[in-house]
């Protein structure tokens, strides 16, 4: 055991090490949030126009490759079954497979050379997913949409000009929909938790809905778990609890309940309870259990973004993406030890879970909540209670490598009134969304006050609308990624954005700029980058999503055939990478 932990600990040094070496920056830049006319400028490649075209566009002097797409084998040592275009593919080879629709991505490094990264794949378009769609209906097609979420730990390498899939890999991995999965924290063990399935309340079977992530300093993948209760039918009288996290008769339409019992929310009313958490990874060691860290709450997350107090205790940020609800923050008692690995693993699973007011002005506090193990499978609730304010969908939250502000995208609110717009939610009926900023006391994350503004209201004029995808690379700029939905894509107020696209911002200046725009009927997600700044990997979701968000079998390719381009395949949602030809810094 010991051998194992001294070569992880070796190639966590490694990758941290590599991760510091080559990229400029934040401070050698001279960067400061003032900015200043003798700052150098931080944006250097041409914009790109709006686009409607099925291909992703990148600026000159930059190319995009196809990394990544489902069906991909991931490299697992149980088998590399080859993708069939025809949706005939089994549950068992969708296991070893990439799931669909890729959202949150982040990148461990292994050396200059080697990575892995941790993929989240958050729903399935089962009309895709299947040769005949939902026509037909079987436990069998349950368990190939179940083995289709999750989860993937992928290796990759870098020949020197390319980086490509390493299969098969000791790393590779696939978390799905029924995966065991420990309960920490709290709440674990909680009556509230406890199922026919697993009595103890310790051990809930998968994650799913995983959208937006993060990582921690010591190398763990964060997956969020977002609109579990989609996959839920509640035929009898729904209860107040699952109402909140709305829980309905109709489900979203998965039909995973009429095979599944675990997924029938009025025989098994806890099942529920056992989503909506934060699920830490070990990418470094396959065999380790994921733990769904009960201590953050459980919300539909949307962000897991991770940041260190000035005494070192551990901060995630974290968003509830609906309309009306709030952002929270989570301080560990702990704090991170850069020098033992082991001794992090589980700092977040004790501490203060806070959620945000933001008061008109300018002015926001930290509200404290209980903390008890009922108000953390009840956090909306326990929100409700302390009268945190209702945003406008949080999505991902970023914070600035520089100056530690944070920046959250809100996507949209079409259904806030006149007599609501107000404050740090200026808008109403807010279609295009917007990205508010805020700093904390003293610049210090664990501080429970801070000061906010808006940064950027989206809209035709900007060029951009429904910010969602957000990071900052450690240059301090700003990716913005949107996620038009497909409903209202090249329609109405949206027509003149084209399809979804990416931005960077340079936030010292307000200046944003197009960087690329994707294929038909996509949204544009997850991002990162590898530790030299030279190659930026983002994921293409749902290419060809058509309004009902389930396609015609008959007619795949309807909207898309991206990436493939075969007459008789399907779209596939896929992670690419971008370089720049000359090898330089992206952005630059
Ligand atoms: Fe899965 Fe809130 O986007
Ligand atoms: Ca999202
Ligand atoms: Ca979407
Ligand atoms: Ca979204």
Redesign the pocket.
């Known amino acids: 055991m010991k051998n194992t932990l001294d070569s992880r600990r070796r190639v966590l040094k490694a990758g941290l090490a590599s991760m510091v070496s080559t990229l400029p920056a934040w401070s050698a830049l001279g960067g400061c949030a003032a900015g200043g006319a003798s700052a150098p400028p931080m944006l250097g490649f041409t914009a790109v126009p709006v686009s409607k075209e099925d291909k992703v566009i990148v600026p000159p002097g930059y190319r995009a490759d196809v990394l990544y797409r489902w069906g991909d084998a991931v490299g697992m040592a149980a088998g590399m079954p080859a993708f069939r275009e025809d949706g005939g593919n089994s549950a068992e080879e969708q296991a070893l497979q990439a799931g669909m629709h890729h959202d949150a991505i982040e990148l461990f490094p292994l050396s200059e050379s080697r990575a892995l990264l941790a993929v989240n794949h958050e729903y399935t378009d089962d009309g895709l997913l299947h040769s005949d769609g939902m026509r037909s209906w079987s436990a069998e097609k349950v368990r190939k949409s179940q083995a289709a979420h999750g989860v993937a730990i992928v290796e990759i390498a870098f020949d020197g000009s390319r980086w490509s899939l390493v299969r098969p890999s000791r790393y590779a991995r696939r978390i799905t929909a029924s995966t065991p999965i420990a309960f920490s924290g709290p709440a674990a063990g909680h009556a509230l938790l406890r199922t026919a399935f697993d009595p103890s309340g310790r051990e809930a079977l998968g994650t799913m809905s995983n959208c937006a992530g993060g990582h921690t300093p010591w190398g763990t993948y964060l997956t969020c778990e977002e609109n579990f209760n989609m996959y839920f039918s509640n035929a009898g009288a729904v209860p107040v609890d699952q109402k909140r996290y709305g829980i309905s008769a109709a489900g979203g339409g998965y039909r995973w309940h009429e095979h599944d019992a675990r997924f029938d929310a009025a025989a098994n009313p806890n099942e529920p309870n056992r989503f909506g958490w934060v699920v830490e990874i070990d990418p470094l060691d396959p065999q380790a259990k994921p733990v769904k860290r009960t201590a953050l709450g459980r919300i539909k997350h949307e962000s897991a973004t991770v940041t260190l107090a000035k005494d070192g205790r551990v901060v995630v940020y974290m968003g509830d993406d609906e309309r009306y609800e709030y952002i929270y923050k989570f301080v560990s008692r702990g704090k991170f030890n850069p020098s033992d690995r082991a001794a992090n693993k589980d700092l977040l699973d004790e501490g203060t879970l806070y959620v945000a007011l933001f008061a008109k002005g300018g002015n926001g506090v930290w509200l404290e909540l209980p903390g008890t193990p009922e108000s953390l499978v009840r956090a909306r609730q326990a929100a409700d209670a302390v009268g945190a304010t209702k945003m406008d969908r949080p999505e991902w939250i970023a914070v600035h490598p520089g100056n530690g502000d944070v920046y959250v995208s809100l996507t949209n609110n079409d259904r806030r009134t006149e007599a609501e717009a107000e404050g740090v939610n200026p808008r109403a009926k807010n279609v295009y969304g917007h990205i508010a900023r805020w700093s904390e006391r003293d610049g210090d994350a664990a501080a429970t006050t801070f000061r906010w503004d808006i940064f950027a209201l989206a809209g035709e004029d900007k060029g951009f609308a429904n910010p969602d995808g957000l990071w900052f690379d450690r240059r301090g700029v700003l990716w913005i990624e949107t996620?038009i939905?497909t409903s209202a894509i090249n329609r109405g107020p949206f027509e003149k954005l084209g399809n979804n696209q990416m931005l960077a911002a340079d936030v010292r200046t307000g200046e944003i700029r197009r960087f690329l725009t994707g294929p038909a009927g996509c949204?544009i997600t997850g991002v990162t980058m590898a530790p030299d700044g030279r190659t930026m990997f983002i994921n293409i979701?749902?290419p060809g999503e058509t309004a009902s968000e389930r396609s015609n079998p008959d007619e795949p390719r309807a909207v898309s055939n991206w990436p493939d381009f075969r007459p008789s395949g399907r779209p596939r949602s896929a992670t690419i990478a971008i370089r720049r030809e000359d090898g330089g810094v992206i952005g630059t």
Request: aromatic fraction near 0%.
């Open positions: 996620d939905s949204e979701q749902h």
